[in-house]
Structures are given as C-alpha cells and as structure tokens.
C-alpha cells in the first residue's frame, strides 16, 4: 500500500510564504515524477508544479517566479516552497506521485489534500 502524507498548510497573509511537503511511504516505490494540483471553490482542478526524477521542473504560468518546487529522492519526498502568496493562490494542494511499487501498474498516487488560505 503507498501512501502520501501532505503538510504545510494555513493561513498566510497577502505576500506571505508556505512551504508544503509531501512524503510518500508504504511498498518499495518507483516515483517517476511528482507534483501538485490545486482546486479552488467552483474551480477545476489545476496543475501546478511538478518535478521529474531527473530534476527536470514545469510550473504553472501563474506561479512561476514564485514558487519552487523540489524533491529529496532519498525520502521520496517531495516540497513545494511557495512565496509572495496571493489571494488567487486560496485552494485545496493536493500532491500527487506517478509511479508504482515493483511488478504494479504505473498510476498516479494521490495526498489527501491541504487547505492553503491566503487572506489579510
């Protein structure tokens, strides 16, 4: 069984900074790449960032310049250092991990989500 367990979350003023972690635990695990989503309130849900094994990095227009995303592959865990918060960055970060133990399926691992609410 591969779990991801999220943290990092809260409340955080106008041009404030979060850091999210993401840890993913359970079965011997392949993780290809990683990531975050997002889902604001009447919103789909939308990619942010994601990282592949190799280092190799895509963020979502909006958040480039502003967030970071990493990875410790020795943890297989993953972060996502976010900075100059906005209102519009509100929603629930989902983390997410595409890969599978040894002799399963490649799919994509899901974290239960942390609320991110940016407010003065």
């Known amino acids: 069984q591969v779990q991801l367990v999220e943290s990092g979350g809260g409340l955080v003023q106008p041009g404030g900074s979060l850091r999210l972690s993401c840890a993913a635990s359970g079965s011997i695990f392949t993780i290809y790449s990683m990531g975050w989503y997002r889902q604001a309130p009447g919103k789909q849900r939308e990619l942010v960032a994601r990282i592949t094994s190799d280092g190799s990095t895509n963020y979502a227009d909006s958040v480039k310049g502003r967030f970071t995303i990493s990875r410790d592959n020795a943890k297989n865990t993953e972060y996502l250092q976010m900075n100059s918060l906005k209102p519009e960055d509100t929603a629930v970060y989902y983390c997410?991990?595409?890969?599978?133990?040894?002799?399963?399926?490649?799919?994509?691992?899901w974290g239960q989500g942390t609320q991110v609410t940016v407010s003065s």
């Open positions: 997410y991990a595409f890969g599978a133990p040894s002799g399963s399926p490649l799919q994509n691992y």
